[in-house]
């Protein structure tokens, strides 16, 4: 069942809202014993990487599509750092409504643009960043029409709030720690009206501390001051001046949490830690909540034994140049069983 059956009593829906669905949400919420047993926490992984266009961009997407065909929309329109265009894009697809995504030039992820291109959407590339892409498609979508939906959209939170909900109920309460990447800052808002809403109506006993976590080269919420030229490998997250900065200050404030930094560097060593130890491949940006845990453990601000739930964003498969940049090449060998056994022996790789 997609989103809108499953909550429809929890969302914005009128007998004319078409049930637009590609059976998104639902993700798997992935006990990480072996890298939680590393932090001394009790460790989940919500992999958002299971919906259908690959993030969790899916949950707010259904909605604004929904939205705006009531509404009696003819096209949509996005800016994007990737994901949010392939869930567009996607969505636009299913109903049949054409869609214009735009990407800063030359830093979208090589799956994600796949993704927007094969699904049928129109492919703007701008000279300049998302802001800036941002900036313009809003102003497109005013002149022409059409319906605008990057996070500004409201309808795109209001579905995203689902993840608390499928968190609550898979965990019978909310956990102590929400780590979560910061881009735009929309999720850990959704994920924090999520939370609150759930308390309100008593299906929790409580909350939990929300954790963001941005790039050392885009924390504009960390330095609280825009970042002009944000830079960093985790492009679902290169972002300066983020739509949903106060929304986010206010959770992180209501919450007793935290916004904390972490470089490129320790977003790679956390993306092949998940993998190698966890058995779940995520994309740079979702792993940004990792990173930071290690670096709050490494410098004992990690409490021990927490219950923490990261949400794992995007699908590791969508950028499969930044993983090869860090990991080795497939062993070679000849036809022989000699070579073959060498290697398997233990200690016969490196
Ligand atoms: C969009 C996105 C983010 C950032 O979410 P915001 O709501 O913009 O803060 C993080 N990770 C991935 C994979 C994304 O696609």
Not at 182 to 193: D, K, L, Q
Not at 232 to 237: D, F, R, S, Y
């Amino acid at each position: 069942m997609g989103l809108l059956a499953r909550y429809a009593q929890l969302l914005p829906l009128t007998a004319a809202t078409p049930m637009v669905s590609l059976e998104e949400g639902n993700t798997p919420l992935i006990p990480l014993p072996r890298v939680g047993r590393e932090l001394g926490v009790e460790l989940w992984g919500k992999f958002e990487g299971c919906n259908p266009s690959g993030s969790f961009k899916d949950r707010g997407m259904v909605l604004a599509v929904a939205k705006a065909l009531e509404a009696g929309a003819r096209a949509l329109v996005c800016a994007s750092t990737g994901n949010t265009s392939a869930s567009a894009a996607a969505y636009a697809a299913a109903v049949g409504i054409p869609c214009f995504v735009l990407l800063p030039a030359g830093k979208v992820a090589l799956g994600k643009l796949a993704q927007a291109l094969m699904y049928g959407a129109t492919v703007i590339a701008v000279k300049g960043n998302f802001d800036k892409a941002l900036e313009l498609a809003r102003q497109a979508a005013d002149t022409c029409g059409y319906a605008m939906v990057n996070s500004v959209n409201p309808y795109r939170l209001w579905g995203q709030r689902s993840g608390a909900w499928e968190i609550c109920e898979a965990l019978k309460d909310a956990p102590d720690w929400h780590a979560i990447p910061v881009g735009n800052a929309g999720n850990i808002s959704a994920y924090w009206a999520g939370y609150r809403e759930y308390r309100r109506l008593e299906h929790i006993s409580r909350l939990p501390r929300m954790m963001g976590f941005q790039a050392e080269g885009a924390a504009p919420l960390v330095t609280n001051e825009p970042c002009p030229n944000p830079e960093t490998v985790a492009t679902a997250i290169r972002i300066g001046n983020p739509v949903s900065a106060e929304l986010a200050r206010a959770a992180v404030a209501e919450s007793g949490g935290e916004f904390n930094s972490v470089t490129d560097e320790e977003i790679l060593s956390a993306q092949r830690l998940l993998a190698a130890k966890g058995g779940v491949f995520a994309e740079p940006a979702s792993c940004a909540p990792l990173a930071g845990l290690c670096k709050l453990k490494a410098t004992n601000r990690l409490p021990s034994g927490i219950k923490v739930v990261m949400i794992l964003t995007g699908n590791g498969l969508k950028d499969p140049d930044t993983a090869m940049t860090q990991v080795g090449r497939p062993v070679e060998i000849g036809d022989s069983l000699d070579e073959l056994l060498a290697i398997l022996k233990p200690g016969g790789v490196s």
